[in-house]
C-alpha cells in the first residue's frame, strides 16, 4: 500500500511539472503557477536584499541585468529537482528499484541522460525512457525560449529609446507634447497615440503573462520602460483633455489601452490592493502648471473657459492607470522622479 502512495505522490508530482512547463511556455495568459512563483520570489527577494536602499541608476541597471538569466536558470533547477524527485517517487513505487538510494541513482542517471544506473528490471527501464526526454527537454525547450524573450525587451526598448532621444533623460508628459509642438505634429498627433497604442497593447500581452520581463532593464542604463509608460500616458490624458485638436478620441484610447496594460501586469506581479501616493503638489495645481506651460510653447489648448471641464477629464483619465502604474514603478525599483505622477516643476 505504501509503494502505491508514493507511486501516486510522483505521478501527481510529475504532472505538476509539465503543467508549469506548459503554462510558462506554451500559454498566452499568466496563471498563478506554483513553481514559477516560488522561483519568481525567490529572485526577487534575492535582488531586493542586494539592492537595499540603493537606488543608484548605474547599480540598480547592473543587479537588473541579472534577473531574467536567474529566474531562467533557477526555474530548470527547479524543474529538474523536482522531476528527479518526481521519478525517484516512481521508481520506487513501482518495485523498479528495491532502496531509495538506488531510486535516487537511477532517477538522476535517467534525468542527465547518462545512463549509469539505469534499473535492470521491466518497470525500471520503462521509466528511463521518458525520464531522459524529459530530462532533455526541460533544458531545450525552456531555452528555446530565451531568444523570443530578449526580442520583446528589444522591442520595449526601442520605443523607450524614441522617447529619450527626443525629450531628454526625465521624460514627462509635457515635455513630449512640447516636442509634438516643435516638430510640428501638435495639430494631430494620431500617429504618436496609435503608434503607442499598439506599444502598450504588445506589452500587456508579453509582461504579464511572464512577468519577470518587467524587471529586465534597458541595455542603456538611466533608461525606464515604466518612466516612459507614465510619460506617455500622462501626455495622452493632457491631449485628451486640455489640447484643442481633432487627435482627442486617439489619446483616449491610448490612455486606455495603456490602462488595460499596466492593470493586467500590475495583477500579474501581485497587485491585491489599491495603494496610496503623497503628492508633491494638489494634482489640480500641477494640471494647471503644465497647462501653462504648453500654452507658452504655442500648444493649441481648449479655452480657458472649459478650465474646469478640461482638469475632471483629465483627473478621470489619470485615475484609471494611476494605482497599477505606481504599483509596477515600485515593484519594479522604478522611479518616476520628474514625471507628471510626481511633480510638473523643471
Request: charged share 15%.
Amino acid at each position: 500500500m505504501t509503494h502505491v502512495f508514493i507511486a501516486i505522490l510522483g505521478l501527481w508530482l510529475l504532472f505538476l511539472i509539465l503543467r508549469s512547463m506548459i503554462r510558462i511556455a506554451l500559454m498566452n495568459r499568466h496563471y498563478r503557477d506554483f513553481f514559477a512563483e516560488l522561483t519568481g520570489r525567490a529572485v526577487y527577494r534575492a535582488v531586493a536584499l542586494r539592492l537595499g536602499r540603493n537606488r543608484d541608476a548605474g547599480v540598480l541597471h547592473r543587479v537588473l541585468l541579472w534577473v531574467l538569466p536567474a529566474y531562467i536558470l533557477s526555474l530548470i533547477i527547479v524543474y529538474f529537482v523536482g522531476a528527479m524527485i518526481a521519478f525517484t517517487f516512481l521508481y520506487w513505487g513501482t518495485h523498479a528499484v528495491n532502496t531509495w538510494h538506488q531510486a535516487f541513482l537511477a532517477s538522476g542517471s535517467a534525468l542527465n541522460t547518462l545512463g549509469f544506473a539505469t534499473p535492470t528490471t521491466f518497470a525500471g527501464q520503462w521509466l528511463a525512457v521518458p525520464e531522459g526526454a524529459l530530462g532533455l527537454g526541460i533544458v531545450v525547450f525552456l531555452f528555446t525560449f530565451i531568444p523570443g524573450y530578449q526580442a520583446v525587451i528589444r522591442s520595449r526598448e526601442d520605443k523607450t529609446s524614441w522617447l529619450y532621444t527626443r525629450i531628454g533623460d526625465q521624460p514627462n508628459g509635457v515635455a513630449l507634447l512640447e516636442w509634438c509642438q516643435r516638430a510640428g505634429i501638435a495639430g494631430d498627433m494620431r500617429d504618436v497615440w496609435e503608434e503607442w497604442e499598439d506599444w502598450f497593447r504588445t506589452l500587456a500581452d508579453t509582461h504579464s503573462v511572464l512577468p519577470m520581463l518587467t524587471l529586465s532593464p534597458s541595455v542603456q542604463s538611466g533608461q525606464s520602460w515604466v518612466l516612459a509608460a507614465a510619460a506617455v500616458l500622462d501626455a495622452a490624458a493632457l491631449a485628451a483633455s486640455s489640447t484643442g485638436t481633432k487627435d482627442a478620441e486617439s489619446a483616449k484610447i491610448c490612455v486606455r489601452t495603456g490602462t488595460r496594460a499596466f492593470v493586467a501586469i500590475a495583477e500579474a506581479l501581485g497587485r491585491t490592493c489599491s495603494i496610496q501616493q503623497k503628492m508633491t503638489r494638489p494634482l489640480n495645481e500641477r494640471h494647471g502648471t503644465a497647462q501653462a506651460l504648453l500654452c507658452s510653447t504655442g500648444m493649441p489648448l481648449s479655452s480657458i473657459v472649459n478650465q474646469k471641464i478640461q482638469w475632471e477629464t483629465f483627473s478621470s483619465l489619470r485615475t484609471q492607470y494611476e494605482e497599477a502604474l505606481l504599483f509596477v514603478a515600485r515593484r519594479t525599483f522604478a522611479s518616476l522622479d520628474g514625471a507628471l505622477i510626481e511633480t510638473m516643476e523643471r
